[in-house]
């Protein structure tokens, strides 16, 4: 829970943005359980919000994509040049709510928390957007320069390895993830290591973001499946709410996907798929822990040490939030501690 220097709990205050009126509810009932949170306002539609953000200066925004008068995304853009601030993309499960989620992040927004949902609790939804919005409050969002964006987005991917190897790559990221892996897996060579991610995503999202990431990179990116095998080349992305193991068969690795307890408020869990690694992988591993809020990953990348495993972590500069990482760190679970833009060098020489 942040605190001021002082001591005191650090109130972050809160502007729900949805047309829909069940959801304001649930978000204010839900946040209003946790003594760090106020929900100073809540907005049916962007022009109203625009009126709320000025009077009542909220430090987080959770935004819904589809409204009516004017979309999420257009107003994010307004936001993000005029009155940048930290904004949770709310959206529903479906396909077409993972593309523009993407878009969304492009844009500016931290994070994506999916609506309530048969496939999460109400508990589990609650749990995880306040430790969603503890993180937002911690990023500091500057107005975005769109020539800037562009020009990072062009990255150098590195030459193919001389040969490959039976390594395998875990890496594990949360808040900032998405534009974190973008940049790590647009330089890996063509035929690297077989990779296999966890990003703390929703359903759906994580479908859109593989394909995004594919399009991207000389490798190829897919949200993963069930009994997918892990091979030179390939990136395999933990599907959301799902957990993802990796599993070995005398040579052959491969990932079994399933259902279970969330683990640090989270499905798919990092640690859940570290500590499969370090099992099966042993000294054969190199785990990678991204930018993110709270510890998942810290023990499991420590389990992934004491295996045998290479490990790296992103240092705190380059961190969207700097949370996971530094668990980790406190750990003694990392080998190597450096920015996003050297991590894929990291690797490589690391294999």
Excluded at 225 to 240: F, H, I, M, R, Y
Aim: proline share 6%.
């Amino acid at each position: 829970m942040p605190t001021t220097k002082d001591g005191y709990v650090k109130i972050i205050k809160v502007l729900i943005v949805d047309d829909s009126a069940v959801v304001r509810k649930i978000f204010s009932e839900e946040l209003s359980k946790y003594p760090d949170v106020q929900v100073v306002g809540v907005a049916p539609d962007p022009y109203v919000a625009r009126e709320k953000i000025v009077n009542l200066k909220p430090d987080v925004v959770t935004l819904d994509i589809e409204m009516p008068r004017m979309d999420g995304l257009t107003f994010l853009r307004k936001l993000m040049k005029y009155y940048p601030l930290p904004t949770i993309i709310v959206s529903s499960l479906t396909p077409r709510g993972g593309k523009l989620t993407l878009e969304a992040m492009d844009i500016g927004a931290v994070d994506v928390i999916a609506k309530p949902d048969v496939a999460y609790s109400v508990s589990d939804m609650s749990a995880q957007l306040v430790d969603k919005i503890r993180a937002a409050s911690q990023v500091r969002i500057v107005k975005r320069d769109e020539s800037a964006t562009n020009a990072s987005s062009s990255v150098e991917p590195m030459c193919a390895l001389a040969q490959t190897s039976n390594k395998v790559i875990a890496i594990g990221a949360s808040t900032g993830g998405t534009e974190a892996l973008k940049k790590v897996l647009t330089k890996m060579p063509p035929n690297s290591p077989g990779i296999i991610i966890v990003q703390h995503m929703p359903a759906n999202f994580t479908t859109a973001f593989a394909a995004r990431l594919n399009d991207l990179t000389q490798i190829t990116v897919k949200e993963a499946e069930n009994s997918d095998s892990v091979t030179p080349g390939t990136a395999l992305l933990a599907p959301g709410n799902y957990h993802m193991i990796l599993r070995r068969s005398g040579a052959r690795y491969y990932v079994e996907i399933k259902t279970g307890p969330m683990v640090h408020h989270q499905r798919p869990a990092v640690d859940v798929l570290f500590k499969s690694t370090a099992k099966y992988a042993g000294a054969n591993a190199i785990g990678v822990l991204l930018t993110g809020m709270g510890s998942d990953g810290a023990e499991g990348l420590l389990d992934m040490k004491k295996a045998g495993a290479g490990t790296i972590a992103q240092d705190e500069k380059s961190c969207v939030v700097f949370g996971m990482p530094k668990e980790a760190v406190k750990l003694g679970a990392v080998d190597k501690v450096v920015s996003i833009e050297q991590i894929a060098s990291e690797i490589i020489k690391m294999v």
